[in-house]
Each structure stands twice: as C-alpha cells, then as structure tokens.
C-alpha cells in the first residue's frame, strides 16, 4: 500500500510506540529492524514492570528470534525434567516432560521475570527511544493522506505508524473504537511471588483445586516463581495478602507451605484479572495498530497473553506498511486463543464438585495416553511461526531513533 510520505524523503519513516511494556518494546525493536525511526511512550517513571514472571513458549520464542533475541532467551530455560498437573494433596492427576514438549514444539518453554525481558529488549534500543514519564494522547489515527498524531505534555508528535500497547485499560484502543464495551471481570483474582525458597526442591506443577489453582515454577537464578488464582469479587484486596494466601492454600501440598512461609507480606502481587470478551472489530484504524493487551486481553490460563504481544510485534512489523493485512494476520489467530483461554479457565477455576470429578478423569486419562496427546490442547498455538521476511532494511542510526516532532501551536 502506497502511502503519502509525512517527512523529507531522505529520512526513514517513524513510529511513535504508546506503552513500554514487552508488547510495546518488542515492536520498538521489530520496527527499527525494518528501517523506521521509533520513539517509546511510556507514562509510567520507569520501565520497571509490574507483574512477576512470564512463560514464553516455542511460538513467541521464534518470533524473538526475527530480531535475534530467542537464543538468549532459550539460554534462561530451567525446566528440564518432569512436571505436570496435581490436586491439592499432591496427588498428580498428569505428567509433562520439558523434553517432549520441545520435541514437539520444536523449542523449551521459558520462565523468566519480566524484568530480564525488559531490559534484553531496551538493550537493543538506542539511548534516546524510549521516554518514560511520557503521557499520551491519540488525537487523530491518520489516514493515507495525512500522519497519525499523538499529543504529549512536550507538545504533538506526527508519525507514520501509532501503535497503540498500552495494555488492557489502553486509551489508544478506546480513541480508535469508542463504541466497544471495554474489558470485563473474568471472575477471578491472581496472586504472584518470585522469592528465594532455600533448601526446597520441586517439580514444575500447576495444582488445580475447588475454584483455586495454584503453580510453582523455578527460575534460572535460583529463584521461585509462584502463582495463584481464585473465584472472588472484583476489588476487594485484603489487608495482609500473605495471610489471605494462607487461608486459601495453606492445607495444600509441598512446596506450597514452604513457599509461603518464605514469603513476606510485600512480595505478593494481587490483582483482579480482566479479559476483552467482545473481540475489536480489526486491530487498526487508519495508520494506527493496537498490539498485546491493547487488542486481545485474555485470562491467564493459556499462559498466552504475553505470547502473543510479542507474535503482534513481529507480524506488525512485517507488515507495517499495510495494517489491514496485519488486522487480517492477528485477528483470527488471536480471536481464537483468546476464546480458548477463557473456556480453559471455566474448567480450571470451576467450583463445581461434580465438573471437577469429570475434568480430573479427563486430564489423568489423557496423560496416561501419552504425553502428545496431552500436548495436542497447544497445537495451533505453540507451533506457530512468524511470517517470512523478503527482506529488512538496516537500522537507523542511534542519532534517528527520535521521531520528528512537529511543532503545533501550544507547543513550547
């Protein structure tokens, strides 16, 4: 698609990313890789992220590896034996093996914290691209005719692509959609710690039990990555988190205890979880794309959210150019897994005794089939691979990674 140049011909286009999450970072980087000028819009003071850990799976390892990422990554993996699905007294209901998900997906699952992504991401940016405490406003999404525009507390910014990823909440998604509902309540809440658990060692598990599940993961440094989720009333926080988590796992299997007991009031991160139950009606308007949480919010329970904001990144820079073939590229996809993500956590979260019997049978008979039936629940997800490049422009220099500001009235 041909597109009315918005700055002098001798300059790559820009791009001006709205959010500095791992969505929107990870397009800062693809973006850059195809030859535009990017600048990072973060409101926050740091990029410090808030949340604990993140699984990347086989798919968003290969999109990583488009802007030669993946490898590092991979080299954080920690699961290496057995794993698998349990019921509050230990008992497992299933088995996984690191091993034969990689032969199948063609690559290990990583558990890492955010903050480790973060930082491989940003180092791959040069000084200058990403402005934190940077508020910002989509005031026009653009058209073939005319730049997209975003406002800021320094004045306007005009850029040949918007991408809007800045999260569940996004104020990109709403200017573009006014119309669309919003992200709903998901009828659960999360709990989540990354903490030194001394002297404990473990399996890789996920426990499901009434209307509450609970995981326990290790991480390459040593550390404990843990998570929980319950059926509970949307804001309604406790005042000692810990104790709250006490109360609804204390009885349950090892390492649960002794992961508690490790644990301070100020590590446990709470919070509600909402998803889009009403997929937007394309992932563009104009020269602006939404990518991550922005366009496709969904529960947990795939371990996908993350996932697929870095698949958005990459498949949005590839095709940049033309957002309607993005919109067509993400939006099934997307769609799809999001549906898939929500009827996963109505059986996983299901306080019914009678549908719990049922989904328990289920799981412990196709872990005894063998481990790719088991898996078969992530073909179509994790086997995805991003589309093929004909070929990439160089970077910009470090000098170009700013867009132009065009000067509007009011600006100083």
């Given amino acids: 698609m041909e597109r009315t140049p918005v700055t002098p011909a001798t300059l790559p286009p820009t791009a001006v990313v709205v959010g500095g999450g791992i969505g929107g970072l990870t397009a800062a980087v693809a973006l850059r890789r195809q030859g535009m000028r990017v600048t990072v819009l973060e409101r926050a003071p740091s990029l410090e992220p808030v949340g604990a850990a993140i699984s990347l799976a086989p798919n968003s390892l290969r999109a990583l590896d488009v802007i030669g990422l993946g490898d590092e990554i991979r080299a954080l ?7 698998g699905l349990r019921t509050p007294s230990g008992r497992w209901l299933a088995r996984a093996s690191a091993a034969a998900t990689a032969e199948r997906f063609g690559g290990p699952l990583v558990l890492l914290h955010r903050a480790t992504l973060i930082d491989a991401l940003t180092a791959r940016l040069p000084e200058g691209t990403v402005r934190t405490s940077a508020e910002a406003t989509l005031i026009d999404p653009g058209d073939d005719d005319h730049p997209a525009r975003v406002r800021t507390a320094e004045g306007e910014l005009a850029a040949d692509l918007v991408v809007g990823a800045d999260g569940i909440h996004s104020a990109v998604r709403r200017a573009l959609f006014p119309d669309h509902p919003g992200p709903v309540y998901s009828g659960f809440t999360t709990w989540r710690v990354v903490i030194p658990v001394p002297g404990v060692t473990f399996a ?9 599940i609970w995981g326990t993961h290790p991480l390459k440094d040593g550390r ?13 926080p406790a005042d000692d988190e810990r104790a709250e988590l006490l109360r609804r796992y204390g009885d349950w299997h090892e390492p649960i205890p002794a992961v508690l007991a490790a644990a301070r009031p100020e590590d446990v991160l709470r919070h509600d979880v909402h998803h889009l139950a009403e997929p937007l009606p394309a992932y563009h308007r104009g020269r602006t794309a939404l990518v991550g949480d922005a366009a496709h ?8 959210g993350g996932n697929q904001a870095v698949e958005d990144a990459i498949v949005l820079a590839h095709h940049h150019a033309d957002l309607a073939a993005y919109s067509a590229a993400r939006l099934p996809r997307t ?12 059986i996983n979260m299901t306080a019914n005794r009678a549908v719990m019997a049922v989904r328990d049978t289920v799981v412990a008979v196709l872990s005894k089939a063998g481990p790719a039936l088991f898996l078969k629940s992530f073909d179509g997800i994790a086997d995805w691979h991003p589309p093929t490049e004909s070929h990439t422009r160089p970077e910009p220099g470090a000098d170009d990674a700013v867009c132009s500001e065009q000067p509007t009235a009011g600006q100083d």
Avoid: F, N
């Fill in 297 to 304: 919010a969904m529960p947990p329970t795939l371990g996908q």
């Fill in 204 to 212: 890789s598990h996920e426990t499901w039990g009434r209307g509450r």
């Fill in 224 to 236: 404990v990555y843990a998570y929980a989720a319950a059926l509970a009333p949307a804001g309604r």
């Fill in 77 to 83: 993996a920690a699961w290496q034996g057995d794993g």
């Fill in 335 to 346: 769609t799809r897994i999001a549906r898939q993500a929500v009827r996963v956590a109505r």
